[in-house]
Structure formats: C-alpha cells, structure tokens
C-alpha cells in the first residue's frame, strides 16, 4: 500500500478543521506547506446554523445569514430586555461557510479527501493515518474526531449536554419581530429541566425554533417535536407554518480533559480539543481564536495543544456545571438572576474569558443561593481532593 506524506493533515472539515486550514492557508507563511483535509462527508448542506456574539465588525460579516442589536430572555414570568450596545449576535449557516472555505482553499498545495479515518498513530517526527482506503503521514495532524471514552453518561466527570432540535418555520403572514432574538424562554419546560426555547426571527415570515436542554441525559425525537409543536402554537400563537429545515445537536458540556488526548504531532482541535466553552454549549468563536493560536505556535515552533484557557474560567465553569448536573431545576433561576443583575456585555466578556476580577464578582455574587453553594462547596472538595 502506498503512503503519501503531507506537511499538514485536518481530519474533519467543520468549524474547527476549516477555520485552521483558512487560517494556514491565507498566511504567506505557509504557501508552499501541503495541506491534506479529510471529511467523511462532502460538507454541502447546512448542517448547523451558528451563532455568535462579537464587538462591531468581524471576520465573517461578510457571509452571514442575519445579525441583531437586542435580544430577550424571558424567565420566571418576566421578559428581561438585551441591549447588545457594541455587540451583535450574529449567525452564519454552516453551509455558506463551508461553500466560501471550499473556494478559497481551491488551491494546489491543499487536497480534499471524502474518506472515514480509522485510526491516527504517532511517529517520531510526525504521524501516520490511517483511511479506510488508505494510509497518509504528515509532521501534524490535527483530528477533529472526539475520543471514543468521552460519554454522557460518565459520572466521572461533570457531564451534562446543550442537545436541541430546531425548526426553520416559514409563515404566510408576518409574526416575527425579527429586530431581536430570543436567547432563551423559559415559559415552557419539560418538567423541571433546564429547558428553554431559543429563537433566531429570519424575517417577519421566518425563524429558526429550537427545543433546547441543558442536562444530563438526551430526549427522543419525538419529545423535541412535541414541544417545539406546544410552543409554536401556543406561547407564538401560530396555527398554519410550514417547516423547511430541521438541525439537532448534541453539544458536550462537560469537565471530561479533551486536550489531554492530543499528542505532540497529533493534536485534537474543536470540540474534540475541548474548545467547547463548558458552561455555554458555544464553540464557534473559540474555533476561529485557537485555530489562529495553532498558527502562531506552529511559525514559532511553540506548543500547538492551546487549551490554555485562564485556571479561574476552568474553576467558573466547574462551578456551573456542579450546579446544572446536581440541580438541574436550578437552570431557569440561575440564567434569570445572571441576565437580571448583569448587563449583557459583562456576560459576554465573562463567556468570552475576558473579564476583569471585580466583573467575575459581581456575576458570581449576583447568583449566590443555596444550589450555587452548595455547588461553590463540591466544587471546593473535588479540588482539594486532586
Ligand atoms: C446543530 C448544531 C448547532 C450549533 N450551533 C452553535 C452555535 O450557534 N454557536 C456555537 O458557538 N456553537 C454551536 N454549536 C457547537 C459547535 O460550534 C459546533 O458543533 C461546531 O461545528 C464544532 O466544530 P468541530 O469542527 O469541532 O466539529 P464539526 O463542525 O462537527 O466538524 C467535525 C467534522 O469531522 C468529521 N469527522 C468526524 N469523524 C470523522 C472520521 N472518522 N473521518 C473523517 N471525518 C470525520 C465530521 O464529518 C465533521 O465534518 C452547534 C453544534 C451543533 C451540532
């Protein structure tokens, strides 16, 4: 069997392999690096719809689908308005994004694979892949492949997931004020969960609805459905709409060690890498920041495992996920207070692991309650345990 070498190989062509491969390939750096990117699937339909937050202007202005200046969230009987001020919240169908990527890396240092990959082994200056078709070498590979030992179900860790099932409605006539989003309303539940449906108004004929939990355990189908029905017709009051597209996720909210799975010459990237933001089910922006990182730290030669998030937002989000996974009916409350007493852009800079120390304190202060210290105290003994 043959084996071809590259200088780069990106397994998976999604948020985090395109953002890293758009990032190595526009840099002058590395024009006559080889780049090989291997998807199982040929990456053409909107698979995801992502949505974001940034300051003014930004790198994908230019392709995205909508973008907005105020949002609500509505939780314990009152609506809670969101001023973004600098801010938007901006989306981006993953279909665009991949359509632009596929173009700009049309280039002849880079090949496209459809293939599975089976395996990825060390070398001693590189790494080897293994396809079901073939095997390639390179000096990096960076696998977007989640490892097979992270499951929901371990309580080893703290485990909970975003998991969601959204409807892209159409209307015959305007019911959307599509000059805000909702982030998350909490008006219908399932049970006691933290469960809340989120809503992207397209249009004043179109939005994009989603069922969406944060907890420990996944729902049928039929379950997402059933509510997204109950809320479409009862809390937005619409009887006739047509459904054009549906998108299901399950996001990893978890403290399982993702980054401790890449090698020297094999490093996990995406959610795989650990790049989902724990407390938030939100990645996309974090793609686009560590894919630049890995860049950097490859012209200098440095460390290319980036996980390297500040030790005070890991303890941030633990504290959270203690208190979503022991006391999942706390959710509704513990956003409300959070959105209520913060303004919108502290929580974004305390997300987006920028805050000042005296803004982490106000936010913690404003959600201090029995579940959130009881949750400070587990946190606490866990640490001093390891
Ligand atoms: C429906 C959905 C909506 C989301 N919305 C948001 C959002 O609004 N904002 C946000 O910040 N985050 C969002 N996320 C979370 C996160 O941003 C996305 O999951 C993001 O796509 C993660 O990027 P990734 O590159 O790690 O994974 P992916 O984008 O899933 O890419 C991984 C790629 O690897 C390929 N692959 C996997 N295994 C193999 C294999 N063995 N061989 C070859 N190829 C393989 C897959 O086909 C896939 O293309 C969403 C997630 C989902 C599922």
Same mark, same amino acid.
């Given at each position: 069997?043959?084996?071809?070498?590259?200088?780069?190989?990106?397994?998976?062509? !999604?948020?985090? $392999?395109?953002?890293?491969?758009?990032?190595?390939?526009?840099?002058?750096?590395?024009?006559?690096?080889?780049?090989?990117?291997?998807?199982?699937?040929?990456?053409?339909?909107?698979?995801?719809?992502? %949505?974001?937050?940034?300051? !003014?202007? $930004?790198?994908?202005?230019?392709?995205?689908?909508?973008?907005?200046? #105020?949002?609500?969230?509505?939780?314990?009987?009152?609506? +809670?308005?969101?001023?973004?001020?600098?801010?938007?919240?901006?989306? @981006?169908?993953? *279909?665009?994004?991949?359509?632009?990527?596929?173009?700009?890396?049309?280039?002849?240092?880079?090949?496209?694979?459809? &293939?599975?990959? @089976?395996?990825?082994? %060390?070398?001693?200056? !590189?790494?080897?892949?293994?396809?079901?078709?073939?095997?390639?070498?390179? &000096?990096?590979?960076?696998?977007?492949?989640?490892?097979?030992?992270?499951?929901?179900?371990? /309580?080893?860790?703290?485990?909970?997931?975003?998991?969601?099932?959204?409807?892209?409605?159409?209307?015959?006539?305007?019911?959307?004020?599509?000059?805000?989003?909702?982030?998350?309303?909490?008006?219908?539940?399932?049970? #006691?969960?933290?469960?809340?449906?989120?809503? @992207?108004?397209?249009?004043?004929?179109?939005?994009?609805?989603?069922?969406?939990?944060?907890?420990?355990?996944?729902?049928?189908?039929?379950?997402? &459905? +059933?509510?997204?029905?109950?809320?479409?017709?009862?809390? +937005?009051?619409?009887?006739?709409?047509?459904? /054009?597209?549906?998108?299901? $996720?399950? /996001?990893?909210?978890?403290?399982?060690?993702?980054?401790?799975?890449?090698?020297?010459?094999?490093?996990? /990237?995406?959610?795989?890498?650990?790049?989902?933001?724990?407390?938030?089910?939100? %990645?996309?922006?974090?793609?686009?920041?560590?894919?630049?990182?890995?860049?950097?730290? +490859?012209?200098?030669?440095?460390?290319?495992?980036?996980?390297?998030?500040?030790?005070?937002?890991?303890?941030?989000?633990?504290?959270?996920?203690?208190?979503?996974?022991?006391?999942?009916?706390?959710?509704?409350?513990?956003?409300?207070?959070?959105?209520?007493?913060?303004?919108?852009?502290?929580?974004?800079?305390?997300?987006?692991?920028? *805050?000042?120390? $005296?803004? &982490?304190?106000?936010?913690?202060?404003?959600?201090?309650?029995?579940?959130?210290?009881?949750?400070?105290?587990?946190?606490?003994?866990?640490?001093?345990?390891?």
């Amino acid at each position: 069997m043959s084996i071809t070498n590259y200088d780069y190989i990106i397994v998976g062509a !999604g948020a985090a $392999g395109l953002n890293l491969a758009l990032n190595l390939k526009t840099d002058a750096y590395f024009k006559d690096k080889h780049l090989l990117i291997i998807d199982k699937l040929q990456k053409k339909d909107n698979d995801r719809t992502w %949505s974001f937050w940034e300051k !003014g202007r $930004g790198k994908w202005d230019h392709l995205l689908h909508k973008s907005w200046n #105020k949002g609500v969230v509505k939780a314990k009987g009152k609506t +809670l308005k969101l001023d973004l001020k600098k801010y938007n919240y901006k989306t @981006l169908r993953s *279909s665009e994004f991949y359509a632009y990527a596929k173009e700009v890396l049309s280039q002849p240092t880079v090949t496209w694979i459809t &293939d599975e990959v @089976l395996d990825i082994q %060390s070398l001693d200056n !590189g790494a080897v892949l293994q396809t079901k078709t073939k095997k390639y070498t390179a &000096d990096y590979i960076f696998d977007s492949r989640i490892p097979s030992n992270y499951v929901l179900e371990d /309580i080893q860790y703290l485990n909970i997931a975003q998991h969601f099932k959204g409807w892209v409605i159409e209307t015959e006539t305007p019911v959307f004020d599509d000059s805000q989003f909702t982030m998350m309303d909490y008006s219908l539940k399932d049970g #006691k969960s933290t469960s809340f449906t989120y809503i @992207l108004p397209y249009s004043p004929t179109q939005a994009l609805i989603e069922f969406t939990y944060f907890s420990p355990d996944v729902v049928s189908e039929n379950t997402y &459905d +059933l509510f997204l029905k109950k809320y479409i017709k009862e809390h +937005l009051q619409i009887d006739h709409y047509e459904v /054009i597209e549906t998108e299901k $996720g399950i /996001i990893p909210m978890t403290s399982f060690p993702f980054a401790s799975f890449s090698e020297e010459h094999i490093i996990k /990237i995406g959610t795989a890498g650990g790049w989902v933001k724990a407390s938030s089910g939100y %990645s996309f922006k974090n793609c686009e920041r560590k894919s630049k990182q890995i860049v950097e730290a +490859l012209k200098l030669n440095q460390n290319l495992n980036v996980d390297s998030a500040h030790f005070k937002y890991k303890h941030y989000d633990e504290i959270f996920l203690e208190v979503l996974t022991k006391e999942n009916h706390f959710g509704e409350e513990l956003f409300y207070r959070m959105y209520k007493n913060n303004s919108i852009q502290t929580i974004f800079r305390f997300l987006d692991e920028e *805050s000042s120390f $005296g803004e &982490d304190l106000q936010i913690i202060l404003n959600l201090t309650s029995a579940p959130f210290i009881k949750g400070f105290i587990r946190h606490l003994k866990s640490r001093l345990k390891t």
